[in-house]
Protein backbone atom coordinates (compact mmCIF):
# COMPACT_ATOMS: atom_id res chain seq x y z
CA UNK A 1 0.00 0.00 0.00
CA UNK A 2 1.45 4.01 -0.92
CA UNK A 3 0.09 4.53 2.84
CA UNK A 4 1.65 5.55 5.86
CA UNK A 5 0.79 6.36 9.98
CA UNK A 6 3.48 8.90 11.33
CA UNK A 7 3.06 8.49 14.94
CA UNK A 8 4.81 9.02 17.99
CA UNK A 9 4.98 8.26 21.49
CA UNK A 10 6.78 9.59 24.63
CA UNK A 11 10.24 8.51 24.64
CA UNK A 12 9.98 7.23 28.47
CA UNK A 13 10.43 3.75 29.32
CA UNK A 14 7.02 2.40 29.90
CA UNK A 15 6.37 3.84 26.71
CA UNK A 16 9.10 2.73 24.85
CA UNK A 17 8.19 -0.70 26.18
CA UNK A 18 5.06 -0.04 24.83
CA UNK A 19 6.30 0.70 21.12
CA UNK A 20 7.98 -2.74 20.76
CA UNK A 21 4.43 -4.36 22.58
CA UNK A 22 3.30 -2.57 19.05
CA UNK A 23 6.22 -3.93 16.95
CA UNK A 24 5.97 -7.46 18.32
CA UNK A 25 2.13 -7.13 17.50
CA UNK A 26 2.04 -5.96 13.77
CA UNK A 27 4.68 -7.77 13.24
CA UNK A 28 3.48 -11.22 13.95
CA UNK A 29 -0.32 -10.10 12.93
CA UNK A 30 1.24 -9.10 9.24
CA UNK A 31 -0.27 -5.91 10.06
CA UNK A 32 2.26 -3.52 9.59
CA UNK A 33 6.12 -2.61 8.59
CA UNK A 34 7.58 -0.75 11.16
CA UNK A 35 10.33 1.71 11.32
CA UNK A 36 11.87 4.63 13.26
CA UNK A 37 11.60 7.83 11.86
CA UNK A 38 14.08 10.45 12.77
CA UNK A 39 13.62 13.87 13.67
CA UNK A 40 16.53 15.97 14.87
CA UNK A 41 16.08 18.12 18.28
CA UNK A 42 14.87 21.87 17.31
CA UNK A 43 14.71 24.90 19.23
CA UNK A 44 11.92 24.62 21.25
CA UNK A 45 10.99 28.19 21.77
CA UNK A 46 7.86 29.46 23.49
CA UNK A 47 5.02 26.93 23.83
CA UNK A 48 2.85 29.83 22.56
CA UNK A 49 4.83 29.83 19.43
CA UNK A 50 4.27 26.17 19.18
CA UNK A 51 0.55 26.95 19.10
CA UNK A 52 0.94 29.02 16.32
CA UNK A 53 3.79 27.15 14.54
CA UNK A 54 1.36 24.51 14.63
CA UNK A 55 -1.78 25.82 12.92
CA UNK A 56 0.74 27.86 10.27
CA UNK A 57 2.15 23.60 9.83
CA UNK A 58 -1.33 22.72 9.48
CA UNK A 59 -1.89 24.95 6.39
CA UNK A 60 1.90 24.39 4.57
CA UNK A 61 0.87 20.69 4.82
CA UNK A 62 -2.32 20.95 3.15
CA UNK A 63 -0.55 23.46 0.74
CA UNK A 64 2.26 21.06 -0.15
CA UNK A 65 0.25 17.80 -0.52
CA UNK A 66 -1.95 20.31 -3.05
CA UNK A 67 0.56 21.17 -4.88
CA UNK A 68 2.25 18.01 -5.13
CA UNK A 69 -0.94 17.12 -6.63
CA UNK A 70 -1.02 19.46 -9.49
CA UNK A 71 2.63 18.82 -9.95
CA UNK A 72 1.69 14.80 -10.98
CA UNK A 73 -0.97 15.76 -12.92
CA UNK A 74 0.84 18.07 -14.88
CA UNK A 75 3.30 15.26 -15.55
CA UNK A 76 0.80 13.43 -16.50
CA UNK A 77 -1.21 15.35 -18.86
CA UNK A 78 2.09 16.34 -20.42
CA UNK A 79 3.66 12.89 -20.91
CA UNK A 80 0.05 12.34 -22.61
CA UNK A 81 1.49 9.66 -25.33
CA UNK A 82 3.61 8.17 -22.67
CA UNK A 83 1.90 7.71 -19.70
CA UNK A 84 2.87 4.50 -18.74
CA UNK A 85 6.53 6.43 -18.06
CA UNK A 86 4.66 8.47 -15.47
CA UNK A 87 5.47 6.80 -12.11
CA UNK A 88 9.49 6.74 -12.90
CA UNK A 89 9.16 10.78 -13.60
CA UNK A 90 7.77 11.01 -10.26
CA UNK A 91 10.60 10.29 -7.72
CA UNK A 92 12.53 12.01 -4.37
CA UNK A 93 15.79 11.85 -5.06
CA UNK A 94 16.13 9.48 -7.13
CA UNK A 95 14.10 6.85 -5.59
CA UNK A 96 10.13 6.04 -5.15
CA UNK A 97 8.61 8.00 -3.45
CA UNK A 98 7.95 4.70 -0.71
CA UNK A 99 11.54 4.37 -0.43
CA UNK A 100 12.42 8.05 0.04
CA UNK A 101 9.31 8.19 3.27
CA UNK A 102 10.91 4.70 4.44
CA UNK A 103 14.23 5.88 4.49
CA UNK A 104 13.65 9.89 5.38
CA UNK A 105 16.97 11.72 6.92
CA UNK A 106 16.47 15.45 7.73
CA UNK A 107 18.06 17.78 5.06
CA UNK A 108 20.83 19.69 7.82
CA UNK A 109 22.06 21.66 4.45
CA UNK A 110 18.44 22.90 3.10
CA UNK A 111 16.84 22.86 6.57
CA UNK A 112 19.56 23.75 9.40
CA UNK A 113 18.45 22.35 12.56
CA UNK A 114 20.25 24.49 14.80
CA UNK A 115 17.95 27.49 13.24
CA UNK A 116 15.38 28.55 14.97
CA UNK A 117 11.46 26.76 13.89
CA UNK A 118 9.84 29.42 12.71
CA UNK A 119 12.69 30.42 10.28
CA UNK A 120 12.76 26.49 9.06
CA UNK A 121 8.83 26.77 8.59
CA UNK A 122 9.45 29.99 6.58
CA UNK A 123 12.00 28.55 4.41
CA UNK A 124 9.53 25.52 3.78
CA UNK A 125 6.86 28.06 2.95
CA UNK A 126 8.97 30.14 0.53
CA UNK A 127 10.17 27.28 -1.15
CA UNK A 128 6.83 25.96 -1.98
CA UNK A 129 5.16 29.05 -2.94
CA UNK A 130 7.90 29.67 -5.47
CA UNK A 131 7.36 26.38 -7.21
CA UNK A 132 3.51 27.23 -7.13
CA UNK A 133 4.43 30.13 -9.23
CA UNK A 134 6.63 28.75 -11.66
CA UNK A 135 4.74 25.87 -12.16
CA UNK A 136 2.06 27.97 -12.61
CA UNK A 137 3.38 30.40 -15.32
CA UNK A 138 5.22 27.35 -17.15
CA UNK A 139 2.07 25.03 -17.54
CA UNK A 140 0.35 28.17 -18.35
CA UNK A 141 2.42 28.63 -21.56
CA UNK A 142 2.56 25.44 -22.49
CA UNK A 143 -1.07 24.25 -22.23
CA UNK A 144 -1.71 27.36 -24.22
CA UNK A 145 0.11 26.37 -27.06
CA UNK A 146 -1.26 22.67 -26.66
CA UNK A 147 -5.13 23.93 -26.55
CA UNK A 148 -3.75 26.13 -30.00
CA UNK A 149 -2.77 23.26 -31.51
CA UNK A 150 -5.36 20.64 -30.71
CA UNK A 151 -8.06 23.42 -31.90
CA UNK A 152 -6.17 23.27 -35.23
CA UNK A 153 -5.64 19.72 -35.34
CA UNK A 154 -9.51 19.79 -34.65
CA UNK A 155 -10.44 21.52 -37.72
CA UNK A 156 -8.78 18.57 -39.96
CA UNK A 157 -11.19 16.10 -37.57
CA UNK A 158 -14.88 15.19 -38.96
CA UNK A 159 -16.50 14.86 -41.81
CA UNK A 160 -16.35 16.67 -45.31
CA UNK A 161 -19.28 18.86 -44.17
CA UNK A 162 -17.32 20.93 -40.84
CA UNK A 163 -13.51 19.73 -41.21
CA UNK A 164 -11.13 22.12 -42.89
CA UNK A 165 -10.53 20.77 -46.75
CA UNK A 166 -7.11 23.29 -47.18
CA UNK A 167 -4.84 20.61 -45.89
CA UNK A 168 -7.18 17.97 -48.54
CA UNK A 169 -7.07 20.29 -52.14
CA UNK A 170 -4.31 21.71 -54.14
CA UNK A 171 -4.03 23.92 -56.90
CA UNK A 172 -4.56 22.17 -59.32
CA UNK A 173 -7.93 20.92 -58.63
CA UNK A 174 -9.43 24.52 -59.11
CA UNK A 175 -9.67 27.46 -61.84
CA UNK A 176 -8.09 30.50 -60.30
CA UNK A 177 -7.79 34.10 -61.64
CA UNK A 178 -10.52 33.76 -64.12
CA UNK A 179 -12.80 36.77 -64.65
CA UNK A 180 -15.74 34.25 -65.85
CA UNK A 181 -14.93 30.85 -64.49
CA UNK A 182 -14.92 29.62 -61.00
CA UNK A 183 -14.55 25.69 -59.39
CA UNK A 184 -16.99 25.03 -56.81
CA UNK A 185 -16.73 21.95 -54.03
CA UNK A 186 -19.59 19.34 -53.64
CA UNK A 187 -20.65 16.62 -51.09
CA UNK A 188 -21.98 14.30 -53.02
CA UNK A 189 -23.55 11.16 -50.96
CA UNK A 190 -21.80 7.94 -51.98
CA UNK A 191 -25.20 5.89 -53.22
CA UNK A 192 -25.20 9.20 -55.54
CA UNK A 193 -22.22 9.35 -57.49
CA UNK A 194 -23.46 7.86 -60.47
CA UNK A 195 -25.98 10.08 -60.35
CA UNK A 196 -23.62 13.14 -59.96
CA UNK A 197 -22.33 12.21 -62.97
CA UNK A 198 -25.00 11.85 -64.65
CA UNK A 199 -26.42 14.93 -63.86
CA UNK A 200 -24.53 17.90 -62.91
CA UNK A 201 -23.14 19.56 -66.13
CA UNK A 202 -26.95 19.82 -66.07
CA UNK A 203 -28.19 20.89 -62.67
CA UNK A 204 -27.63 24.69 -64.49
CA UNK A 205 -26.35 26.86 -67.63
CA UNK A 206 -22.88 27.09 -67.88
CA UNK A 207 -21.41 24.15 -66.45
CA UNK A 208 -17.82 23.49 -67.89
CA UNK A 209 -18.37 19.40 -69.47
CA UNK A 210 -16.37 16.93 -68.11
CA UNK A 211 -15.03 19.63 -65.17
CA UNK A 212 -16.01 17.37 -62.32
CA UNK A 213 -13.07 15.13 -60.12
CA UNK A 214 -13.17 13.50 -56.88
CA UNK A 215 -10.49 14.68 -54.75
CA UNK A 216 -11.51 13.05 -51.18
CA UNK A 217 -14.45 10.47 -49.60
CA UNK A 218 -14.98 10.14 -46.33
CA UNK A 219 -17.30 7.24 -44.79
CA UNK A 220 -20.73 8.88 -46.10
CA UNK A 221 -19.73 10.78 -49.16
CA UNK A 222 -17.28 12.17 -51.39
CA UNK A 223 -15.65 16.04 -52.20
CA UNK A 224 -16.30 16.68 -55.85
CA UNK A 225 -14.93 19.68 -57.78
CA UNK A 226 -16.97 21.42 -60.96
CA UNK A 227 -16.37 24.27 -62.91
CA UNK A 228 -19.13 26.46 -63.90
CA UNK A 229 -19.57 30.46 -64.90
CA UNK A 230 -19.33 32.90 -62.03
CA UNK A 231 -23.34 34.48 -62.77
CA UNK A 232 -24.84 30.85 -62.22
CA UNK A 233 -23.79 30.31 -59.11
CA UNK A 234 -26.92 30.63 -56.80
CA UNK A 235 -28.94 28.90 -59.63
CA UNK A 236 -26.53 25.89 -59.23
CA UNK A 237 -26.32 26.17 -55.32
CA UNK A 238 -30.20 25.64 -55.51
CA UNK A 239 -30.26 22.89 -58.22
CA UNK A 240 -27.96 21.10 -56.26
CA UNK A 241 -29.51 21.16 -52.74
CA UNK A 242 -32.64 20.28 -54.46
CA UNK A 243 -30.61 16.77 -55.39
CA UNK A 244 -29.27 16.35 -51.81
CA UNK A 245 -25.93 17.41 -53.23
CA UNK A 246 -24.33 20.21 -51.03
CA UNK A 247 -21.88 23.22 -52.28
CA UNK A 248 -19.22 23.50 -50.02
CA UNK A 249 -18.22 27.97 -48.85
CA UNK A 250 -14.85 27.47 -49.72
CA UNK A 251 -12.21 29.81 -51.84
CA UNK A 252 -9.00 28.79 -52.58
CA UNK A 253 -7.00 30.70 -50.94
CA UNK A 254 -3.02 30.32 -51.52
CA UNK A 255 -2.00 32.55 -48.86
CA UNK A 256 -4.59 31.33 -46.19
CA UNK A 257 -3.86 27.62 -46.88
CA UNK A 258 0.20 28.24 -46.50
CA UNK A 259 -0.64 30.53 -43.06
CA UNK A 260 -2.49 27.41 -41.75
CA UNK A 261 0.31 24.60 -42.63
CA UNK A 262 3.03 27.06 -41.02
CA UNK A 263 0.95 27.73 -38.53
CA UNK A 264 0.72 24.16 -37.69
CA UNK A 265 4.18 23.05 -38.17
CA UNK A 266 5.21 26.17 -35.97
CA UNK A 267 3.03 24.86 -33.08
CA UNK A 268 3.77 21.29 -33.48
CA UNK A 269 8.08 22.62 -33.36
CA UNK A 270 6.77 24.62 -30.35
CA UNK A 271 5.00 22.01 -28.16
CA UNK A 272 8.26 19.70 -29.27
CA UNK A 273 10.64 22.26 -28.23
CA UNK A 274 9.10 23.51 -24.73
CA UNK A 275 7.99 19.56 -24.15
CA UNK A 276 11.83 18.58 -22.42
CA UNK A 277 12.66 21.48 -20.42
CA UNK A 278 9.21 21.53 -19.01
CA UNK A 279 9.17 17.79 -18.02
CA UNK A 280 12.87 18.35 -16.92
CA UNK A 281 11.47 21.19 -14.88
CA UNK A 282 8.53 19.09 -13.40
CA UNK A 283 10.97 16.06 -12.67
CA UNK A 284 12.92 18.48 -10.06
CA UNK A 285 10.92 20.58 -8.61
CA UNK A 286 8.45 17.48 -8.11
CA UNK A 287 11.43 15.48 -6.05
CA UNK A 288 11.62 19.19 -4.38
CA UNK A 289 7.94 20.07 -3.19
CA UNK A 290 7.38 16.06 -2.11
CA UNK A 291 10.57 16.66 0.48
CA UNK A 292 9.70 19.29 1.25
CA UNK A 293 6.31 18.13 2.26
CA UNK A 294 7.74 14.87 4.07
CA UNK A 295 9.85 17.80 6.13
CA UNK A 296 6.98 19.60 7.30
CA UNK A 297 4.96 16.30 8.14
CA UNK A 298 8.44 15.54 10.68
CA UNK A 299 8.24 19.58 11.86
CA UNK A 300 4.23 18.58 12.33
CA UNK A 301 5.14 15.50 14.54
CA UNK A 302 7.85 17.54 16.29
CA UNK A 303 5.59 20.34 16.95
CA UNK A 304 2.68 18.23 18.49
CA UNK A 305 4.48 16.22 20.45
CA UNK A 306 5.66 18.72 22.33
CA UNK A 307 3.04 19.98 22.85
CA UNK A 308 0.94 16.38 23.61
CA UNK A 309 3.69 15.32 25.53
CA UNK A 310 5.06 17.91 26.82
CA UNK A 311 9.37 19.50 28.23
CA UNK A 312 12.00 18.64 28.15
CA UNK A 313 11.07 17.15 24.51
CA UNK A 314 11.39 13.64 24.81
CA UNK A 315 9.61 10.90 22.22
CA UNK A 316 10.17 8.40 19.65
CA UNK A 317 8.46 8.88 16.29
CA UNK A 318 7.81 5.40 14.21
CA UNK A 319 6.61 5.58 10.62
CA UNK A 320 4.12 2.65 9.73
CA UNK A 321 3.03 0.60 6.70
CA UNK A 322 -0.21 -0.78 6.56
CA UNK A 323 0.29 -4.34 4.62
CA UNK A 324 -3.21 -3.91 3.49
CA UNK A 325 -6.51 -1.93 3.10
CA UNK A 326 -8.25 -4.24 5.05
CA UNK A 327 -6.11 -4.82 7.60
CA UNK A 328 -6.28 -0.85 8.78
CA UNK A 329 -9.13 -1.22 11.06
CA UNK A 330 -6.95 -3.59 13.29
CA UNK A 331 -3.82 -1.73 13.12
CA UNK A 332 -6.15 1.17 14.57
CA UNK A 333 -7.35 -1.10 17.35
CA UNK A 334 -3.72 -2.20 18.75
CA UNK A 335 -2.09 1.05 18.26
CA UNK A 336 -5.52 2.47 20.68
CA UNK A 337 -5.11 -0.37 22.74
CA UNK A 338 -1.14 -0.34 23.47
CA UNK A 339 -1.01 3.29 23.74
CA UNK A 340 -4.60 3.77 25.81
CA UNK A 341 -2.48 4.88 28.85
CA UNK A 342 -1.76 8.18 27.00
CA UNK A 343 -5.49 9.01 27.03
CA UNK A 344 -5.96 9.73 31.07
CA UNK A 345 -2.85 11.93 30.29
CA UNK A 346 -4.68 14.10 27.24
CA UNK A 347 -8.12 14.40 29.71
CA UNK A 348 -6.05 15.13 32.86
CA UNK A 349 -4.15 18.39 30.37
CA UNK A 350 -7.85 19.41 29.54
CA UNK A 351 -9.35 19.71 32.54
CA UNK A 352 -8.95 23.29 32.56
CA UNK A 353 -10.75 24.56 29.53
CA UNK A 354 -8.10 27.05 28.85
CA UNK A 355 -5.56 24.66 27.78
CA UNK A 356 -6.03 23.86 23.96
CA UNK A 357 -4.54 20.09 22.95
CA UNK A 358 -3.52 20.40 19.34
CA UNK A 359 -4.80 16.88 17.83
CA UNK A 360 -7.25 16.46 20.70
CA UNK A 361 -10.60 16.27 20.20
CA UNK A 362 -12.43 13.40 22.40
CA UNK A 363 -15.79 14.24 20.67
CA UNK A 364 -14.33 13.12 17.46
CA UNK A 365 -13.99 9.53 16.32
CA UNK A 366 -10.52 10.69 14.37
CA UNK A 367 -9.28 11.12 17.80
CA UNK A 368 -6.01 9.12 18.56
CA UNK A 369 -4.39 9.27 22.31
CA UNK A 370 -1.20 9.37 20.27
CA UNK A 371 0.42 11.87 18.27
CA UNK A 372 -0.73 10.89 14.64
CA UNK A 373 -0.47 12.27 10.89
CA UNK A 374 -0.99 10.55 7.52
CA UNK A 375 0.72 9.85 4.35
CA UNK A 376 -1.14 9.04 1.45
CA UNK A 377 1.01 8.48 -1.42
CA UNK A 378 -2.16 6.41 -3.46
CA UNK A 379 -3.80 10.05 -4.37
CA UNK A 380 -0.23 10.68 -6.69
CA UNK A 381 -1.32 7.46 -8.69
Same mark, same amino acid.
Given at each position: ?????????????????????????????? *?? /???????? @??? %????????????????????????????? $????? %????????????? *?????DLPSFVTHFEWDMAKYPAKQPLVSV??????????????????????????????????????????????????????????? /???????????????????TYESLSDMVVPRSTKLIAEDNEGGL????????????????????????????? @?????????????????????? /??????? *????????????????????? %??? %?????????????LLQPHKKSSTKRLREVLNSVFRHLD???????? @????????????? $??????? /??????????
Amino acid at each position: MSEFWLISAPGDQENLQALERMNTVTSKSN *LS /YNTKFSIP @DFK %VGTLDSLVGLSDELGKLDTFAESLIKKMA $QSVVE %VMEDAKGKVPENL *LANGVDLPSFVTHFEWDMAKYPAKQPLVSVVDTLAKQLAQIETDLKSRTATYNTLKTNLENLEKKSMGNLFTRTLSDIVSKEDFVLGSE /YLITLLVIVPKPSYTQWQKTYESLSDMVVPRSTKLIAEDNEGGLFTVTLFRKVIEDFKTKARENKFTVREFYY @DEKEIKREREEMSRLLSDKKQQ /YGPLLRW *LKVNFSEAFIAWIHIKALRVF %VES %VLRYGLPVNFQAVLLQPHKKSSTKRLREVLNSVFRHLDQVAAASIL @DASVEIPGLQLNN $QDYFPYV /YFHIDLSLLD
